[in-house]
């Protein structure tokens, strides 16, 4: 065989295919996955010349390697022989390398489509190459003009369907809906697969995966302004009250969490948000009852939370007004609630938007509660995100009590001062001896997490637009210091996003 041309690597893989073609013996599997790898980061291997515009059946490599590989899994005993898919995984590296057209200059348009219903490693190579060749014409026309998308989202609904599968679909959807694919709307939200999409929402089995689904289209949905069918993502309150399992309510509620962050993404004016109003009520009764519910207390209050959380932080109109009403018909910020000492409504008030608060509940929940307890610390970071709520708590933010604090609590309290800047400007004109003692002159930290909160807090310090006065000079010194010696016009700052979501 003339192997003139190819590097040592792929000869020897080559001829490795070749004996077990003839013998049947097992794939070594070790030898051809790091081939792969070899051959993922070097294009050169099957391509060494790239000028040349011969066209890939001129293409000595893949003349070579396509029919040998075809053989094998066209063979009898190929799944006992390679039992970890290493020759599907060499198949999918090398057909990563073309496009769509030239795969099928390779392959029949059916090797596609039973392929999608064949081997689940062959099904997930497939997809891929839809996904990586989504934007092309050649590829539309199959979505469009074959059963392509039928064995697709059939397997994907499959009751038994493996997660690399499932993942890869939810891959190729959202990949669709990034690109703003028509496909989105002239099949997947067309009447066409209704019937598979009313079987998969009606079926306990189905419900979570199907919503799953919805969420992967509901970009789309948004920013197209498509009317979704209100049964496809609205739940009933007894889909959540009467369900015996436990995993499912929960996931059921983070549902409706993962939507109101993609509206607050991605819609403006949504149809959306009016139609789930309800459920988001019904969400809030269900929330009501955990006092005398442990299940709810114990799995579903948290989730709950999140979902408010995600309510408070939404710029989108119509859910600032819905957020209002929860606030003021609700009653789940009253101070009392914290004494029922559920950790809950603790993490209620230590994550919703203190800004979307009215001043008198938060006034109210810091004058029954003392802040520098261990137990409602949290709910003291969280209002400091709220310039009105920290002017009505710096009396109590002097130096008298900060320094009493435990360094892991008082540095997170100068960490969370040092992201605002009414906060930084109170740190520095308000408590110097806070600034000289904790972080200008600050004492030895060994112990790691505090040693983070400080250098976080410098950092915060000396790469704002406040105004540091005498403590630039030595909040900067300690600073470089605590970033191996590096001056600090050579460090770049770093933004915390999940600090930035509580901006």
């Known amino acids: 065989m003339d192997y003139t041309g190819l590097d ?3 000869v020897k893989i080559h001829v490795h295919l070749n004996e077990i073609l003839n013998s049947d013996k097992e794939v070594n599997a070790t030898l051809i996955e790091n081939y792969i790898l070899q051959l993922r980061n070097n294009r050169s291997i ?19 390697f396509v029919p040998t590989i075809n053989n094998l899994l066209n063979g009898e005993h190929y799944h006992e022989i390679d039992p970890e898919r290493a020759v599907i995984g060499l198949l999918d590296a090398i057909l990563a390398y073309l496009n769509i057209e030239e795969i099928l200059q390779l392959y029949p ?7 999608l219903m064949a081997d689940s490693a062959i099904c997930c190579m497939i997809i891929r190459i839809l996904r990586n060749n989504a934007k092309s014409e050649t590829t539309n026309k199959l979505f469009n003009e074959t059963t392509i998308f039928d064995s697709i989202l059939s397997r994907y ?21 990034s690109i703003s694919s028509t496909v989105v709307s002239t099949k997947l939200l067309s009447g066409e697969f209704k019937a598979l999409y009313d079987q998969a929402r009606n079926n306990k089995d189905q419900l979570v995966k199907f919503l799953d689904y919805i969420l992967l289209l509901v970009p789309y949905v948004l920013e197209e302004s498509y009317d979704l069918p209100k ?17 499912q309510v929960v996931l059921l509620i983070q549902f409706y969490s993962k939507l109101i962050q993609r509206i607050n993404t991605f819609g403006e004016d ?42 408070s932080y939404s710029k989108v109109p119509q859910v600032i007004v819905f957020n209002k009403e929860v606030v003021c018909q609700y009653e789940l910020f009253k101070s009392y609630n914290l004494f029922l000492h559920l950790d809950c409504d603790i993490k ?49 933010l002097n130096t008298a009590a900060v320094s009493k604090l435990s360094f892991d609590m008082l540095y997170s309290l100068l960490l969370r001062m040092s992201k605002f800047e009414y906060s930084r400007e109170y740190l520095i004109s308000g408590l110097p001896s806070i600034v000289s003692d904790y972080l200008a002159n600050p ?37 470089s210091l605590m970033c191996n010696g590096r001056k600090v016009q050579d460090i770049l700052p770093q933004v915390d996003i999940a600090d930035r979501s509580l901006q």
């Open 8 to 10: 040592s690597s792929s």
């Open 46 to 64: 099957i391509f060494p010349d790239e000028q040349s515009d011969g066209g890939i059946e001129l293409n000595k490599f893949i003349y070579l």
């Open 109 to 115: 348009v059916d090797f596609i489509i039973n392929g």
């Open 157 to 177: 609904f499959e009751k038994d369907t493996i997660l690399s599968v499932v993942n890869q679909v939810e891959l190729l959807i959202s990949e669709l809906v």
């Open 231 to 247: 049964n496809y993502y609205i739940l009933s309150y007894l889909e959540f009250s009467d369900n015996d399992d436990v995993l």
């Open 270 to 311: 949504t149809k959306l948000f009016p139609n789930i109003k309800p459920c988001l009520k019904d969400l809030i009764l269900f929330f009501k009852t955990r006092q005398n519910d442990d299940i709810v207390q114990s799995f579903y209050s948290n989730d709950i939370v999140d979902v408010l959380f995600h309510l």
């Open 348 to 396: 209620l008030l230590s994550t919703f938007n203190p800004r979307a608060l009215p001043l008198e509940i938060v006034e109210d929940i810091v004058d029954e509660i003392s802040v520098f307890n261990q137990r409602y610390f949290s709910i003291l970071l969280n209002c400091i995100g709220s310039e009105q709520v920290f002017n009505k708590l710096t009396p109590r």
């Open 443 to 479: 004492p030895n930290v060994s112990e790691s997490e505090i040693w983070n909160l400080k250098k976080d807090t410098l950092q915060n310090l000396l790469f704002s637009d406040t105004d540091l006065n005498v403590w630039h000079d030595p909040i900067s010194k300690n600073f």
